[in-house]
């Protein structure tokens, strides 16, 4: 089985920052891409960033020069840095790894439960 975990939501003022984690763990031999998505109530999830192996990185338009997606590649991890947040931020924060867990297998997308981020004040 594989687990992803994140941490690190909450309720913050407009202009604050966050910072989000999610580790990957168990049975796991290599992780293509980890991803960040959000979700606002009434809306479809939408990407946020996606870093891929080779160190490439990408974000939506609407959060491009705030926040900054990073990998520790030896601890399976994700993270994404979020600074002037807006209230239209506000959504729920899932973190995605493609990843395969046997030689033989396909790489397949794994989801974490999510983490709310909330701006307001």
């Known amino acids: 089985q594989v687990q992803l975990v994140e941490s690190g939501g909450g309720l913050v003022q407009p202009g604050g920052s966050l910072r989000l984690s999610c580790g990957a763990s168990?049975?796991?031999?290599?992780?293509?891409?980890m991803g960040w998505y959000r979700q606002a109530p009434g809306k479809k999830r939408e990407l946020v960033a996606r870093a891929f192996s080779g160190g490439i990185t990408n974000y939506a338009d609407s959060v491009k020069g705030r926040f900054t997606i990073s990998r520790d590649n030896a601890k399976n991890t994700v993270y994404l840095q979020m600074n002037s947040l807006k209230p239209e931020d506000t959504a729920v924060y899932y973190c995605?790894?493609?990843?395969?867990?046997?030689?033989?297998?396909?790489?397949?997308?794994?989801w974490g439960q999510g983490t709310q981020v909330t701006v307001s004040g």
């Open positions: 995605s790894a493609d990843l395969r867990q046997h030689r033989t297998d396909d790489f397949n997308t794994y």
């Open positions: 168990g049975i796991i031999l290599s992780i293509n891409t």
